[in-house]
């Protein structure tokens, strides 16, 4: 147990559904972030938030949407997915953001299918 | 921004030889270089880092070498073991961590 929880686990969603993905993390980290895992490509960093401040959007679609309520929690709203967005979904935290922050602490990822 | 190459893709070895995976960096502004593990649907968690300002760190049977000039850093993995086989993960941070494709690693008893 690393103190990055996230859920679900496992989700299956049409392409007109409506879902969420949800991360907390108890290390008291002030950094944020979603990251794309996708077979044989490198983590897609996705977005990061510091002390709950978007500071980097990826060039990622509008059709993911993050938001961060305070500095434990991060969520991934999505909607209107395609199919070649089914990945590994990956929330991650540290303690900083700048001055090459140091170590990420992984969530277990949750494995989303779009059909 | 920064891109990571990483080198090989797919690495198999036997008990207890030596593995050495390599990675390229983009950015000569990169300060952290950190090594990741990733076993069979698990999280990726950080084995090994170093900073720009060291050129090698050892930790047991892991170590990693950074060449700041040719913007170069390798891991190395010695006397490797079964329970050493798992994609493994480069990376190279300023503000946010870039990383590299991923190496997967098989330790062959």
């Known amino acids: 147990e690393t103190g990055v929880t996230q859920t679900p686990r496992h989700l299956v969603m049409g392409m007109t559904n409506k879902k969420s993905l949800k991360c907390e993390q108890h290390l008291g980290h002030n950094a944020m972030y979603w990251y794309k895992q996708s077979a044989k490509k490198p983590l897609e960093l996705m977005f990061v938030y510091n002390f709950k401040e978007q500071t980097e959007n990826n060039s990622v679609p509008s059709r993911f949407s993050p938001e961060c309520p305070n500095s434990s929690h991060l969520f991934l709203h999505l909607h209107t997915l395609q199919p070649e967005d089914s990945a590994l979904y990956l929330c991650?935290?540290?303690?900083?953001?700048?001055?090459?922050?140091?170590?990420?602490?992984f969530g277990e990822g949750s494995r989303l299918t779009v059909l | 921004g920064e891109n990571v190459e990483q080198h090989p893709s797919t690495l198999s070895v036997q008990e207890g030889d030596s593995a050495v995976i390599k990675c390229t960096y983009s950015?000569?502004?990169?300060?952290?270089f950190p090594w990741y593990k990733q076993e069979l649907g698990k999280r990726p968690q950080l084995i090994i880092d170093i900073r720009s300002n060291v050129g090698e760190k050892k930790d047991q049977r892991i170590a990693v070498t950074l060449n700041k000039t040719a913007k170069h850093f390798s891991l190395h993995i010695t006397e490797t073991q079964p329970e050493d086989s798992a994609v493994y993960f480069c990376a190279a941070s300023i503000d946010d961590m870039r990383f590299g494709a991923g190496t997967r690693l098989t330790v062959k008893p």
């Open positions: 950015d000569s502004a990169s300060n952290y």
């Open positions: 991650a935290s540290s303690r900083l953001w700048r001055e090459g922050g140091g170590e990420l602490f």
